[in-house]
């Protein structure tokens, strides 16, 4: 099985039903695979903050969210983070591409890089690291966390979980 | 109907000025940059959907110079508050080219969400530009371009585009302080 189609199956096993996302070339597979998943109700979003309001209302609606981003966008969703997801109890598995480490070929990436594990640390997020594909057996774990505790959770994916960036 | 990219931006050379700053980010950024090096082209990647900001805070430094943006659609969805703060700010010198394709070329080619009905030249009018249209035909576009330019900013064109020739993804330059200190020094010297 490939690893975005493991990655969605591990998704919908835990009961996640409602998926956002916004796109970044590591995550092209695993956004493919579940866009066409038939049970789950995928919206694209425009920016990631605005995702996070969306999974708030469909976790508030009786849904299980999760959203999946790049983590140059971390910065951008603090306050939704701190003041929606953490501060009402909500759940939210953030699958996040970490661009800028190892691998990386555009340079500008490298500088988000340098701030995402400080910044997660810093918002008491718990934090996981896939950086080989077994790392994955994890994902129904931390799924399983992320709604027993009420919390964002996030799980960094970097260039060698995903196999580099198809021209290395 | 659509229109290659860079027949686009072929069409818009002639009428880019000397004095002109050009602000071009992503794919049309790096297609620009080879087919018009010039040292007013204003390079800026990395912060997605900052274009058109980038392009007030030049208009609204050099009111006696041209600005115009080649934004993206992704990149102005991300920002699209700018467009307000725009037309607020009667940045009279700003033409505004959104090249639309529809989907995030640089990511891996997802599509837009709600790609069907966006009309970017109908959110800029109604967000205050003053005057917007859409183009899907480079004849079109070039028959218009003169008018477009004649009148004052902001003005919009959105573009139906398609993936022309395929030029580098010169991120090396775009990063560089090099690209940096020859826009500065052109600006001012």
């Given at each position: 099985m490939s690893i975005d189609k493991r990655i969605t199956e591990d998704l919908v096993s835990k009961g996640i039903g409602f998926v956002t996302t916004v796109p970044c070339k590591q995550l092209a597979g695993v956004i493919d695979e579940i866009d066409r998943h038939p049970e789950i109700k995928h919206v694209p979003s425009n920016k990631e903050d605005e995702g996070m309001g969306l999974c708030a209302g469909a976790w508030m609606g009786g849904m299980r969210p999760a959203i999946i981003m790049q983590n140059t966008a971390l910065g951008v969703t603090l306050n939704t983070l701190a003041t929606l997801t953490q501060f009402y109890r909500m759940p939210l598995p953030m699958l996040i591409s970490y661009r800028g480490e190892l691998r990386e070929p555009v340079a500008c990436q490298v500088e988000m890089a340098l701030h995402t594990k400080a910044l997660l640390a810093q918002m008491l997020i718990p934090t996981y690291h896939f950086h080989k594909q077994a790392d994955v057996e994890e994902l129904p774990m931390i799924l399983d966390h992320a709604f027993m505790s009420n919390k964002p959770v996030a799980i960094?994916?970097?260039?060698?979980?995903?196999?580099?960036?198809?021209?290395q | 109907m659509t229109i290659p990219r860079d027949k686009a931006l072929t069409a818009l050379i002639p009428h880019v000025t000397r004095g002109d700053?050009?602000?071009?980010?992503?794919?049309?950024?790096?297609?620009?940059?080879?087919l018009n090096p010039r040292d007013l082209n204003y390079v800026a990647v990395g912060a997605?959907?900052?274009a058109s900001s980038h392009g007030l805070g030049l208009t609204l430094a050099n009111p006696d110079r041209r600005v115009f943006v080649l934004d993206g659609d992704g990149s102005l969805l991300m920002n699209l508050g700018s467009l307000v703060t725009i037309a607020g700010a009667g940045a009279s010198n700003l033409y505004h080219f959104v090249f639309a394709n529809r989907v995030y070329e640089v990511n891996g080619l997802q599509p837009l969400p709600?790609?069907?009905a966006l009309d970017f030249a109908g959110l800029a009018r109604a967000a205050g530009y003053a005057g917007a249209e859409a183009f899907s035909d480079l004849n079109?576009?070039?028959?218009?371009?003169?008018?477009?330019?004649?009148r004052p900013g902001p003005q919009l064109a959105e573009l139906q585009i398609v993936p022309g020739a395929p030029y580098p993804q010169?991120?090396?330059y775009i990063h560089s302080s090099e690209a940096?200190?020859?826009f500065r020094r052109a600006l001012n010297g």
């Open positions: 960094l994916t970097d260039a060698n979980f995903w196999g580099g960036y198809g021209d | 700053i050009v602000v071009a980010v992503y794919q049309t950024c790096f297609d620009w940059l080879a997605m959907g900052q709600g790609r069907e079109d576009f070039e028959d218009n371009l003169d008018a477009i330019l004649d010169r991120y090396d940096r200190e020859t």
